[in-house]
Every structure is written in structure tokens, then in C-alpha cells.
């Protein structure tokens, strides 16, 4: 897996965990951490493997995972969907890390599509369905002490619970 080492050790990727982290220091709700993208990554390894998708290899599951929320501080700071600034900020680490530029064109697909909901999923890659299912399933909703708050159960958001 040294694609995904150097995923992990590239320094553009380390400053975007550390601008998610700074961006969510007072975040009451789940964050988008390291710890977050790699439970993504090794859930979306394995749905891709239950899935039987031989073209879909461990190292480009994992590294869609490590990457689908990189861009999470761009939301916060400008409004920028993160689904989209996370693929355009993954590119030349994706590049840099070896993958090839058909594989990384299906993992920036895979991440810009991971937030769609609705009709839109009837056009999204297996990559991006499996990406999707992974990023709710790395999380603990049974166990949390806001999930009363949470727009994913339908609490209407205010101003101060906007952008989550």
C-alpha cells in the first residue's frame, strides 16, 4: 500500500487535516479528522469487496476514503461544497502518489459525487455508491449526545448549526 503511505505523508494532505481540524475545533458534531477518513477508507474497501468489483483496487478504495472530506475547511471558511473542493484538492496528491490519471480521474469522481442524494444516485460510479455508504456508516449516531440536534435526523438547522 505505498500509494496510500504517501497519500498519508504528503504534506498538502497533512495541511488540509490540519485545516479541517482547526476548522472544527468548537464542532459539536462528528468530525472530519484522520480518524474519520480512514474508518471511510476501510469501510469503503470492504463494500467494494463485497460488491465483487475486480477494477476497483484496495489502494484507490482507500485512497477515495482518505480524501472525500480534505476539503471539509473550504466549506467552513468560503461555503465551497466540500465534495467538490475535497476532489479538486486531491488531484496532484493522487498524481503525486502514483496513481495513474484514469485512476485518479474514478477516485475525484468517486469524492465530487459522494454527497449526492436523491435521483442524482442513479448516475453515480460503484467507487462513489460504496464511498457514500461508508462515509454514514463510519459514523457512531447511535451513540451520540447531539444526535437530537443533527440535521441527519431531521433537525432543522439555525444559524449556528449551518454548516454541518
Not at 460503484?126 to 449526545?145: E, G, I, Q, T, Y
Not at 444526535?147 to 454541518?164: A, D, I, S, V
Request: net charge negative.
Amino acid at each position: 500500500m505505498e500509494q496510500i503511505r504517501r497519500i498519508i505523508a504528503n504534506p498538502a494532505y497533512r495541511e488540509c487535516l490540519t485545516k479541517n481540524e482547526a476548522a472544527e475545533n468548537d464542532r459539536i458534531f462528528c468530525t472530519h479528522h484522520f480518524e474519520h477518513l480512514l474508518a471511510t477508507a476501510r469501510l469503503t474497501y470492504i463494500l467494494i469487496l463485497e460488491e465483487g468489483c475486480p477494477f476497483i483496487s484496495r489502494e484507490m478504495a482507500y485512497a477515495a476514503g482518505l480524501l472525500h472530506d480534505i476539503g471539509r475547511w473550504c466549506e467552513y471558511w468560503d461555503g465551497t461544497d466540500h465534495a467538490k473542493a475535497s476532489a479538486e484538492l486531491a488531484e496532484p496528491i493522487l498524481l503525486e502518489a502514483g496513481f495513474s490519471e484514469n485512476e485518479s480521474r474514478i477516485i475525484k469522481q468517486a469524492i465530487a459525487q459522494h454527497r449526492l442524494k436523491g435521483d442524482c444516485c442513479e448516475h453515480r460510479s460503484l467507487l462513489s455508491a460504496a464511498l457514500s455508504r461508508a462515509d454514514s456508516l463510519s459514523r457512531n449516531c447511535f451513540s451520540c449526545k447531539v444526535r437530537e440536534q443533527c440535521r441527519k435526523f431531521g433537525h432543522q438547522p439555525n444559524q449556528e448549526t449551518l454548516l454541518y
